[in-house]
Every structure is written in structure tokens, then in C-alpha cells.
DNA sequence: CCGACGTCCTGCTAGC
DNA sequence: TGCTAGCAGGACGTCG
């Protein structure tokens, strides 16, 4: 399932292989993704040149050279890569672009929780994003988080997941985060204290820089933008771990259903009332 | 306004 | 051994 680090290696990966590029035809399959493709914007990217390929929470942003802007989601199961255009197409493919007659920019998306869409320009581009999405991770400022956090009831984990309050984080990452900084997923965001949202906070640039250096993590299907697996998932302290042991201190892994998410915490490391 | 919950979708697997 | 129910969850609509 794509997070931030996986979809950061998505396009680290393909940012050579499509950028400079010329868009020379564009197939729509028959099935529709949550956000269907229209057949009216095929002669807006055919001809058009990829300029740029970048990553806003899990959204995948590619700029042409026209104020279009390309914008995709991995969903849960999306892959999105390049490959020789003589190779055969993979199944579940919903989607491609073909680069300069020879490659195939594929979108490839077993149970179509994603999507491929074309916006009309920058500015709509940002609107539509900024309705959407909170900071960056890496771009969380002390106090302003602190008062995120402190303004709602729902549980931290609740929070973590929710784009809006930080944008990227997934179920995999919340959980590692929380257990990254001792902090219980139940903790309520409003009883949260100066130093627990600091050591949140640092947790989770930790977590996933650490996740991005390791190309992220592979679970059931994940591939990057060359098709290459992830492998931060070895290093999972508590994600998948339930019934297991903790690295840190031998206590059962517990998992508990937090936000209608399956949620794995050592009940030692991140005790209910941490102070 | 806020938060909880249902929905989409398919493949895998636990359990009978 | 073979079948099936249930689970996996990101984003978003709906409901209380």
C-alpha cells in the first residue's frame, strides 16, 4: 500500500525515464478508476512533453509543456511504471502513455482504488491539492502541530491518517511513527503535551526518511517506478508484528482497531497515559 | 462543525 | 482438498 516513501521512490524512479519525453498516444481501458479518465483529455497530453515529475502527500504530479498537469494516485494497489512497449501489457493495466513510440507509461492498479486524471493548469492544480492536504511531514513546524494536534479529539492515530492534518501518512507509517515516539495510538490529540508532539513530530521525519532510504516498503504488491521492490518492510517495529515479540522490550505486539484501521502498538513502549 | 462509519474493489488466506 | 467468508485500506460521501 503506497505512502509517502513509496510514492517518493515511484518518482525518483521514473523522474529519468519519462522526464523530456514526447507523449505520442494515450490508451484508456474499459474499467473505471475512483477518478475516471476523460477521453477529452487525450489530445491535451498527446504531443506534449513530460517537463518535471513530482510528489505532493501520495498524490504523483506530472507537469507537460502546456499548463496541463498530469495528477495520479497509487490507491492501494497502483503501479505505475515504464517499460519497453514490445513487453507484454501486465494485467489490471487501466492506463497508458506511450513515450516516444517506444516506452510505455503504465498505470497498473489491481483493485482501482486509484487514479489517473489531467488538470487544467497550476493554479487549479494547487486548489485542488490544497483542499485536500496539511504539511508535509518533513515541513512540520513545532507550534503550529502542537495546535493541530491539541484542536481535535479524535486519537493520534486518527490524526496521522487524516491527509489534511499531515499529508502522506498511511497505516503503516502512522503506526511505526507512534511507536517511534512512545506514543499510544488511542492518545487522545487534544491531551497531547509540547513534548509529545515534538517527539511525534521527529518520529515521523525519522520513520520515513529512514523508509525513503530503504525505498519503502513492498507488503502485497508495491513496486517502484523501475519495477523494483521495497524493503524497509524488515525493519517494521510493530506494523504486521501483532502476537510477536518487541525489538525493544520482549512485550507482545498488540493490535487493536483504531479509526476503522487495524493498528499495531507494544502496550509497554507506548503505554495508554504517557507522559 | 466535528467525528464516526460505510463504500468502492480484488486477491489472498484462514477456517471449516 | 476445495470452497467461501472475511480481511486488507486511501479517499470521500453520508449520517448523526
Given at each position: 500500500m503506497p505512502?509517502?516513501?513509496?510514492?517518493?521512490?515511484?518518482?525518483?524512479?521514473l523522474r529519468p525515464l519519462v522526464c523530456g519525453h514526447r507523449i505520442?498516444?494515450?490508451?484508456?481501458?474499459?474499467?473505471?478508476?475512483?477518478?475516471?479518465?476523460?477521453d477529452e483529455w487525450n489530445?491535451?497530453?498527446?504531443?506534449?512533453?513530460?517537463?518535471?515529475?513530482d510528489r505532493r502527500g501520495k498524490?504523483?504530479?506530472?507537469?507537460?509543456?502546456?499548463?496541463?498537469?498530469?495528477?495520479?494516485?497509487l490507491g492501494m494497489t497502483g503501479q505505475f511504471t515504464v517499460a519497453p512497449l514490445t513487453d507484454p501489457l501486465p494485467t489490471h493495466t487501466h492506463w497508458y502513455l506511450v513515450l516516444d513510440g517506444r516506452w510505455r507509461w503504465q498505470f497498473r492498479d489491481i483493485?482501482?482504488?486509484?487514479?489517473?486524471?489531467?488538470?487544467?493548469d497550476a493554479p487549479t492544480l494547487e486548489a485542488f491539492l490544497a483542499k485536500r492536504l496539511g504539511p508535509e511531514p518533513f515541513a512540520l513546524q513545532a507550534q503550529p502541530w502542537l495546535v493541530t494536534?491539541?484542536?481535535?479529539?479524535?486519537?493520534?492515530?486518527?490524526?496521522?491518517?487524516?491527509?489534511?492534518?499531515?499529508?502522506g501518512v498511511g497505516n503503516i507509517y502512522a503506526d511505526e511513527a507512534l511507536f517511534a515516539?512512545?506514543?499510544h495510538p488511542l492518545h487522545p490529540g487534544a491531551a497531547t503535551t509540547p513534548a509529545q508532539a515534538e517527539r511525534l513530530r521527529v518520529a515521523l521525519a525519522a520513520v520515513l526518511t529512514r523508509a525513503i532510504d530503504e525505498r519503502g516498503s513492498t507488503i502485497r504488491n508495491y513496486v517502484g517506478g523501475s519495477g523494483l521492490a521495497g524493503r524497509y518492510q524488515t525493519a517494521f517495529a510493530v506494523y504486521g508484528r501483532a502476537g510477536q515479540a518487541c525489538r525493544q522490550c520482549g512485550t507482545e505486539i498488540g493490535c487493536i482497531r483504531v479509526a476503522g484501521r487495524s493498528t499495531h502498538y507494544c502496550p509497554t513502549c507506548q503505554p495508554q497515559a504517557s507522559a
Open positions: 505512502e509517502l516513501p513509496e510514492v517518493e521512490t515511484v518518482v525518483r524512479d505520442t498516444d494515450v490508451i484508456n481501458g474499459p474499467h473505471r478508476l475512483r477518478r475516471p479518465w476523460r489530445e491535451r497530453v498527446v504531443g506534449r512533453t513530460v517537463q518535471a515529475l498524490w504523483i504530479i506530472a507537469e507537460l509543456d502546456s499548463p496541463a498537469r498530469l495528477l495520479v494516485h483493485r482501482r482504488f486509484g487514479s489517473v486524471e489531467l488538470l487544467a494536534l491539541n484542536k481535535s479529539q479524535r486519537p493520534l492515530k486518527a490524526l496521522l491518517l487524516d491527509q489534511a492534518v499531515v499529508a515516539a512512545g506514543l
